[in-house]
């Protein structure tokens, strides 16, 4: 989080709209706490994966996108584990 130069505050903010978009996007029902975790754990963890490859995202606006594909690789993975 710091790399994007985002505070924690911001941090919240945009893990919970790219948790939301998420979960749009999956078909799921979380709820607002769950969306804000879902969103920050995966944007780190989408930075991590994306880190990997090469790719980096900055800002407030490569955070919500990395936000938004770890939310969605976090859903998928809870979806397999209780299958």
């Given at each position: 989080?710091?790399?994007?130069?985002?505070?924690?505050?911001?941090?919240?903010?945009?893990?919970?709209?790219?948790?939301?978009?998420?979960?749009?996007?999956?078909?799921?029902?979380?709820?607002?706490?769950?969306?804000?975790?879902?969103?920050?754990?995966?944007?780190?963890?989408?930075?991590?994966?994306?880190?990997?490859?090469?790719?980096?995202l900055?800002?407030?606006i490569?955070?919500?996108?990395?936000?938004?594909i770890?939310?969605?690789?976090?859903?998928?993975?809870?979806?397999?584990?209780?299958?």
């Amino acid at each position: 989080m710091e790399d994007a130069g985002i505070g924690w505050i911001a941090a919240i903010i945009i893990g919970g709209i790219a948790g939301w978009l998420a979960e749009q996007f999956m078909k799921s029902n979380m709820g607002i706490l769950m969306n804000i975790l879902l969103g920050i754990v995966g944007a780190i963890i989408a930075n991590a994966l994306l880190g990997l490859l090469g790719i980096s995202l900055g800002g407030w606006i490569g955070y919500l996108i990395a936000g938004f594909i770890g939310a969605c690789i976090l859903i998928w993975v809870g979806r397999m584990i209780r299958r």
